[in-house]
Nanobody
Framework: QVQLVESGGGLVQAGGSLRLSCAAS????????MGWFRQTTGKEREFVAT????????AYADSVKGRFTISRDNVKNTVYLQMNSLKPEDTAVYYC????????????????WGPGTQVTVSS
């Protein structure tokens, strides 16, 4: 059973940066396509970015393209989300998960969700 834990969230001013990390617990290797999603109260979980196992293939939501970068270190079994030029509308709980099947931008295609990390961007 893959268990993921996100970290790196916090409070930042608009225009600032944060780097989120998603690590597998124990000695579990994350040999999967991975994704980052975000969710605000009362809304569905929203796709942010995804990265293939090798890391050669990435995709982003239009709302974060050019500002966020997903990457991974397979030696450290960690996936990252570098977030630059943050906006108040980026405020959300951010989750990572491993891809199972289906469309790569749909939350239902992923499993082993972490507990999430809160990102708050002040204006």
């Amino acid at each position: 059973q893959v268990q993921l834990v996100e970290s790196g969230g916090g409070l930042v001013q608009a225009g600032g940066s944060l780097r989120l990390s998603c690590a597998a617990s124990g000695r579990t290797e994350i040999r999967y396509r991975m994704g980052w999603f975000r969710q605000t109260t009362g809304k569905e979980r929203e796709f942010v970015a995804t990265i293939s196992w090798i890391g050669a293939n990435t995709a982003y939501a239009d709302s974060v393209k050019g500002r966020f970068t997903i990457s991974r270190d397979n030696v450290k079994n960690t996936v990252y989300l570098q977030m630059n030029s943050l906006k108040p509308e980026d405020t959300a709980v951010y989750y990572c998960a491993r891809y199972i099947s289906g469309t790569t931008v749909t939350a239902g295609s992923y499993a082993s969700w972490g507990p999430g990390t809160q990102v708050t961007v002040s204006s």
